[in-house]
């Protein structure tokens, strides 16, 4: 053999051997003891041995080597015998089941052992007592001829519904028995071996094994449990497709090159030019990739859709919205490729019961509105039907009485209207334009529509959800903040009202008039602040450093008409807490209020500043009535619980949660009838955390 043809014929056999093996490794994993598969285990591993033997034939020249091939050759044509008339064989239900009654009967297997034997003999002849090679010829002739007779009886005793399983592995083998042909054929007349033929039958056996494995997958029955990837596929075919154009370019340039003349040159490089280019246009056309995923999955596959894939990627695509899309542009784009749609629009529901158009994807803006009481909103929400305009079209009706909308000839490429159901209720609806390529909208699709659509709708109505909740909170911060706010009023109110109560006695007083002059503009600025915080809806919380000694001396200075009097102990020191200054002498003064409002005229309320390393102490003492330690543990610091007949139960809420958000503590000590002590640590400003502290109560 030639050397040239010596390395052509190993590659070509080296090929079908390690692609059969590995073949052969994959089905032995996925094999469920199912008679027909192991038929077809057998054929796979003997193609897999006798492509190897033939391999090393080519590479070491041994003759022992080629007649070894020969002999596995007749065991490769054996196995696929038996399993052609297993296949023929129609058992009963004891096909799964492991014993006799799912084996062929004793004749047919009599009739494949007799056949091995006979070929085997004759070849066992040729090789070993130099019978000649046209007897070898004739006999692996007649073995091929038999084969596309046994494959034609086949495939006839399939029934037609069922001919699609089956049709690629039919392919596959028509080729390599066609094939056995030429070459036997060619060898009978001329009486040897053509090297050429002979060198590419290794290459001829690779091309038919996914044939082979197409079938395996498309027919459970075998009980050999095979995925094929329809991405993988769809790449490999495009892949293909664009190889052949580019041979098929390149031929025709050859062609130009040699038989164009002086305008040779020139035509082929414009060919190559025109040819590359229009490659690339078909490759990034969506028309062309959806062309093609419809023909592969209608001829390839028996279920249109991997239900897992898709499911996967209709989740991912929802989960990913606002990366780019809102959640309905998402919805749009899930659901559109599903069906090489380029896509379409969303129409929602409002509080009013109108679904208008909320989100589109290449689609125009519409106007368009439906009613939720709407003939053809209830049909949607009733049937949870697909409907497909291109039928309506076609004057085909659906039934069940359908009203198509009155704005359906508004959208002039609207195919289908996909409803988003959840929890018994019509969230919206999806609208999609026209596909790229004709799809068949039947029951696999449509049932894929539907669950998209359930999964995009239950991801519309938490959108929805989460929106009314955020309102709902926008409402109760508002409600807690003017409740903060009234209390406050309350506050200034009861400022007032002392004031006018003491003026009756001290109105003629100099001083008594500049102090209520002082607390009537501290009153006016307190409101004036607190009805600016209302109107923006959000409380002031920027912290900055705030000097606590000055601080608590004008909450003392701006309660010295009360009786008792507050009074700050002497010797307070100058520390800083980091706070918002206003919400702060809030707070403290509310404390000071109402150990104020506990304690007779004749007691006292004593104010006290320390500092203990990094955190400040700020302790109010009365000798007022007190608190039982129940009411201090279970009601102080809870909103709207007071033990005063004109209190609200804020002030001391707020406090809690104040000192709280400031990395503080409060710590209350209470005797019912001796008194109450509040001390309140805070971190100094240069030590201030982020973070809340706790509340104890003793």
């Not at 799912?102 to 009739?111: D, I, M, R, T």
């Not at 290449?362 to 049909?379: A, D, H, K, L, T």
């Not at 506990?598 to 102490?617: K, P």
Request: charged fraction near 15%; charge should be neutral.
């Amino acid at each position: 053999m030639e050397p040239v043809l010596s390395q052509v014929s190993a590659w070509s056999y080296a090929f079908a051997a390690t692609l059969h093996a590995l073949f052969g490794l994959y089905l032995g994993m996925a094999w469920r003891r199912g008679r027909r598969g192991a038929f077809l285990l057998g054929v796979v591993m003997a193609s897999a041995v006798w492509a190897g033997a033939n391999w090393a034939f080519s590479l070491s020249g041994w003759v022992w080597l080629f007649q070894l091939g020969n002999l596995l050759d007749v065991l490769r044509m054996a196995a696929w015998f038996g399993f052609l008339i297993a296949m023929l064989y129609q058992p009963g239900s004891g096909d799964a089941q492991d014993g006799l009654p799912g084996w062929p009967k004793p004749g047919a297997l009599a009739v494949i052992t007799c056949g091995a034997i006979g070929v085997a003999c004759f070849n066992l002849g040729i090789t070993f007592g130099g019978t000649p090679m046209r007897t070898w010829a004739a006999t692996s002739l007649m073995s091929a001829v038999f084969g596309l007779v046994l494959l034609e009886l086949f495939y006839r005793s399939v029934p037609e519904r069922s001919r699609w399983g089956v049709r690629p592995l039919t392919l596959a083998l028509v080729g390599l028995f066609a094939f056995d042909v030429y070459l036997f054929s060619e060898m009978l007349l001329f009486g040897r071996i053509h090297p050429v033929i002979w060198s590419v039958r290794g290459f001829a056996h690779t091309l038919a094994l996914p044939l082979v494995a197409v079938s395996a997958s498309r027919n459970p029955e075998w009980t050999i449990r095979i995925s094929v990837s329809r991405n993988v596929v769809f790449h490999s075919t495009a892949l293909a497709v664009s190889g052949l154009f580019l041979l098929l370019i390149a031929g025709a340039g050859y062609y130009m090159r040699y038989f164009g003349g002086e305008w040779g040159e020139a035509l082929q490089l414009a060919l190559l030019f025109g040819g590359a280019l229009f490659l690339g246009v078909m490759l990034f056309s969506g028309a062309f990739r959806a062309r093609l995923k419809v023909f592969l999955a209608k001829n390839f596959f028996a279920y249109r859709y991997d239900y897992r894939t898709e499911w996967l990627g209709v989740t991912q695509a929802l989960s990913v919205a606002g990366d780019g899309l809102s959640l309905g542009e998402s919805v749009v784009k899930a659901l559109a490729d599903l069906v090489e749609s380029p896509g379409g629009g969303v129409w929602l529901r409002d509080v009013n019961g109108t679904y208008s158009q909320q989100a589109r994807l290449n689609m125009p803006s519409s106007g368009v509105q439906e009613q939720e009481g709407s003939p053809f909103c209830r049909y949607l929400l009733e049937r949870e039907w697909v409907v497909n305009f291109e039928e309506l079209r076609g004057a085909y009706a659906p039934g069940h009485q359908f009203e198509a909308p009155a704005w359906a000839e508004e959208i002039s490429d609207m195919w289908l209207i996909v409803p988003l159901i959840s929890s018994g209720v019509l969230v919206g609806f999806v609208v999609l334009l026209t596909p790229r390529a004709p799809v068949d909208v039947n029951w696999e699709v449509l049932d894929l529509l539907k669950m998209a659509g359930r999964q995009a709708a239950s991801y519309f109505a938490r959108m929805q959800a989460t929106e009314a909740l955020l309102e709902v909170r926008k409402f109760d911060a508002f409600n807690r903040m003017s409740a903060f706010v009234v209390h406050d009023l309350k506050n200034l109110v009861a400022q007032l009202s002392l004031m006018l109560r003491n003026a009756e006695r001290h109105k003629d007083n100099p001083e008594f008039q500049a102090d209520m002059l002082d607390t009537v503009r501290h009153v006016e600025e307190r409101m004036r602040g607190l009805m600016a915080q209302l109107m923006e809806k959000t409380p002031i919380n920027q912290r900055k450093p705030v000097q606590l000694r000055p601080l608590l001396e004008r909450i003392v200075q701006s309660k010295r008409l009360a009786h008792p009097r507050p009074v700050l102990r002497d010797g307070a020191p100058e520390v800083a807490v980091l706070a918002h200054g206003e919400r702060l002498e809030r707070i403290l003064g509310h404390i000071v209020q109402n150990a104020l409002d506990a304690t007779s005229e004749h007691g006292s309320v004593l104010v006290v500043l320390s500092r203990e390393g990094n955190v400040a102490c700020i302790t109010v003492q009365d000798t007022g009535s007190g608190m039982s330690s129940a009411f201090v543990r279970d009601q102080l610091f809870k909103p709207f619980q007071t033990t005063k007949a004109s209190g609200m139960g804020i002030g001391a809420y707020e406090a809690q949660q104040y000192v709280h958000e400031l990395g503080g503590t409060i710590a209350v000590h209470s005797e019912v009838g001796v008194g109450t002590r509040f001390e309140i640590s805070l971190p100094t400003a240069a030590s201030a955390p982020s973070a809340g502290g706790t509340v104890q109560a003793v």
